[in-house]
């Protein structure tokens, strides 16, 4: 199961941090990605990280401006978002793929037929 926390509304320029909390799971590795749908538009992988450590995946849209990070003891995954957009409004979803290696992982070109696991997404709006 995975459940976030932490969107809301933010003013351009701003930040906001979201969580998404990763529990049952049997296996602790695993590639752990951010989506965000915007209205209109396609689910996108913006960022991601696998848990065996190493690097991250940031979209062209965000890097330089979100970072991933992870929290092993509580296996809560967190997405830092700063200098917020107004083209940053999207549901924001996290989702976990048992079958990614690190190296699809943090390649970018993710999709969402790779992902078994989502949270129930969170709203981001940026005005």
């Known amino acids: 199961q995975l459940v976030e926390s932490g969107g809301g509304s933010a003013q351009t320029g701003g930040s906001l941090t979201l969580t998404c909390a990763a529990s049952?799971?049997?296996?602790?590795?695993?590639?752990l990605a951010w989506f965000r749908q915007a209205p209109g538009k396609e689910r996108e992988a913006i960022a991601s990280?696998?848990?065996?450590?190493?690097?991250?995946y940031y979209a062209v849209s965000v890097k330089g401006r979100f970072t991933v990070s992870r929290d092993n003891a509580e296996n809560t995954h967190t997405l830092q978002m700063n200098s917020l957009k107004s083209e940053d409004t999207a549901m924001y979803y996290c989702?976990?793929?048992?079958?990614?290696?690190?190296?699809?992982?943090?390649?970018?070109?993710?999709?969402?037929?790779?992902?078994?696991?989502w949270g129930q997404g969170t709203q981001v709006t940026v005005s």
């Open positions: 989702a976990t793929g048992r079958w990614v290696g690190y190296s699809v992982c943090v390649s970018g070109g993710l999709t969402e037929g790779q992902f078994q696991k």
């Open positions: 049952g799971y049997s296996y602790s590795n695993y590639c």
């Open positions: 990280s696998h848990t065996s450590g190493g690097t991250a």
